[in-house]
């Protein structure tokens, strides 16, 4: 299994009922406002940086944005990872509750079947 983090996107084998998924930059309007709405949506206020912040940030090198998408293109979640040098720490991960996943999976789409327990 083959995973990576950098600008331009990512590709990785997640090994869930044959689907690919590809963690890409969101550079387009379109990624940006899938992000923005799950974002909003998945995480209580008490723990959320405001939105336009992090985008200020991102435009200054300290954020990526990542879109987590299957192999149709379909937008299944997201991956906001807080830069500083050559390191990055996973700030959040939210999975889109419209994407397909197999029961013993749930809440697991971007990561390999059986990494959460099930």
Known sequence: ME???GRGGVRRDAGIAGD???LKEAVDKKSLENIRILYEGSFPESEKK???FMLQKREEGFFDFLAIEN???DFCGLAI???SGEFALLDYLAIAPE???PAK???SHGLPCGADGG
């Open 71 to 73: 192999d149709r293109g």
């Open 105 to 107: 999976c749930h809440g």
């Open 50 to 52: 405001p939105f336009s």
């Open 20 to 22: 690919d998924f590809m």
């Open 3 to 5: 995973c990576g983090f």
């Open 81 to 83: 990872m807080l830069l």
């Open 99 to 101: 994407s397909l996943l």
